[in-house]
Structure formats: C-alpha cells, structure tokens
C-alpha cells in the first residue's frame, strides 16, 4: 500500500519503490561518542603534559649536576691560583685583566680593584712611572704579550720582588 511504514528504516512509497532512511540517532548515543572522544583527548593531553614535565625535570637535573661541576673546577682553579708561589695574570685579547692571583696584586701593590678589568698596558705604565718596572718599555712588552696570545703561545715575565714583597707585607 502506498505510503506505508513496513519499519523505521524502510518506507515503502507507491509500486514498489523503497526508500531507505537513516536510522534515527538517539541523543544518549551522540552523547557518549563525544564524551569518549573527549576522554581520548583529555588522556592525550595528559600524557603530554607529563612527558613535557619530565623532560623539563630531566633537563633541570642535569643543569644542577653541570653546574655542581663547574663549581667544583671553579673551586680547584682558585686553589691552584692561591697556593702558587709565582703571580699570575689572565687577559683576553684586548689585553683586559680578567683573573689573577693574590701574589699578582701583592707583586704589583695592587688591590683587586685597582686591576680587574684594566687594561694590562696601562697598569704597566703606572708601575713604570712608579718605578717599579724595570727592562724594555711597557708598549712593547705588551705588543709582543698580545701578538704571542693571538699565536697561541704562552709568555713569562720573572722578576725578583722579594725587597718589595717584604717591605709591603711589613
């Protein structure tokens, strides 16, 4: 008969013909599809938020073990700098003083401040001017200092200080 429901899914229209419907959805169904693809995702951004944090903890371990190291190699330079007999002076390649030793500053009657940053050829010349740089002129000194750094090569400058050591520590 025309027009006759034979069942939710299939309507029969006029002589024969059959048309198919889609089943009706009910709304508990499109609910508990959403609600699972929303616990996938909740799941997801669980994980990786976890394996963000642990690999932030991870890289946070190891800074405070390569800065435990660096401290400890701090500590021993300072120590080999303390307990040698000799000064020692660093500069970079400008010829800035950047480290040196307490015999350094007591061999040129220097505090700390009145070195660290200076430029290595004016305190030169103020040790000239004060009489207490004897040999070659400090310009040039300092010349051939830098241009052994830039070659890669060390340089020593030995003077005796023991009158003036003595006098300065009395």
Partial sequence: TVGEIE??????????????????????????????????????????????????????????????????QKMLLDTALENMSQGLCLFDAEGRIQLFNQNYSTMLMRTELELRGRLLLDVLTEQKAAGRWHGEEPEAFFAKLIADAQAGRGATRSEEHTSELQSHHD
């Fill in 7 to 72: 069942s939710p899914s299939n309507m029969r229209v006029g002589s024969g013909i059959s048309v198919t419907a889609p089943m009706p959805v009910k709304w508990w169904e499109t609910m508990a599809s959403v609600s699972s693809t929303a616990a996938v995702l909740s799941f997801l951004v669980a994980g990786l938020a976890i394996a963000i944090l642990g690999t932030a903890l991870s890289i946070a371990v190891m800074d405070r073990r390569a800065e435990s190291a660096l401290n400890r």
